[in-house]
């Protein structure tokens, strides 16, 4: 059987989504507690620990326009994470659709769904102005789409043996409880998905670096 020949290209805009999810997170964070809805998270000891560093560090970075343009512009970025994890979510489950099992295609299914309704939320917050809308509308729902379906998909990934066992982990624990537990250790959902950043950077670059290996031959298990 044939690979399609678009599933690296897609592991490769998961790995670029990741990646820009593990830079952008605290900016975007760091900006939202400089926000009048905002300021009370650093209240949490924790939060505060990390934030006012990192906000003193990068002072310059959020001083360029008034507290809500800044975490607005910031936002921005996020269209681009969930657009990757919405890539390799697709790439992921062609790749190992061979030996899929009745978990992983449920896993998909609900991970597709919460990372379009992401997308769709993502641009309605950030880029049409919609904030309070968009958010619960599409956001809320999205987010505990990927939850489930992320660690649905997860363990699918690992019950298949096609891909790294540490990105298929990281895929299972980033969706629940991870944006939970993440989501309050930094005080914000842009890190509550830091897991699944990292997951998408190791399964992307895996399904990246099969771009010339034998059709369905599968990945090292790590």
Request: overall charge neutral.
């Amino acid at each position: 059987m044939t690979r399609p020949a678009w599933i690296p290209w897609g592991g490769l805009a998961a790995m670029l989504g990741g990646a820009l999810g593990i830079v952008y997170f605290p900016f975007h964070a760091v900006a939202y507690f400089a926000t009048e809805n905002g300021a009370a998270s650093l209240e949490t000891p924790w939060v505060a620990a990390w934030a006012e560093p990192f906000g003193g560090t990068f002072a310059p970075f959020f001083a360029f326009a008034p507290p809500d343009d800044v975490y607005t512009t910031y936002g921005r970025l996020y269209l681009f994470v969930v657009l990757g994890f919405l890539a390799g979510t697709v790439a992921l489950h062609a790749r190992q659709a061979p030996r899929a099992g009745r978990l992983e295609k449920w896993g998909f299914r609900v991970a597709f769904a919460g990372a379009a309704l992401l997308t769709i939320g993502g641009i309605g917050e950030y880029w049409v102005g919609a904030l309070d809308f968009s958010f619960l509308a599409f956001s809320v729902p999205g987010f505990l789409l990927t939850m489930l379906g992320s660690t649905l998909l997860g363990f699918g990934t690992l019950r298949a043996r096609v891909m790294p066992r540490l990105g298929a982990w990281l895929l299972a624990v980033g969706g629940f409880p991870g944006i939970i537990l993440m989501t309050v250790l930094f005080g914000h959902l842009s890190g509550g998905v830091l897991l699944l950043d990292l997951a998408w950077v190791v399964l992307g670059y895996a399904l990246f670096s099969e771009r010339d290996a034998p059709a369905y031959q599968p990945a090292r298990v790590r």
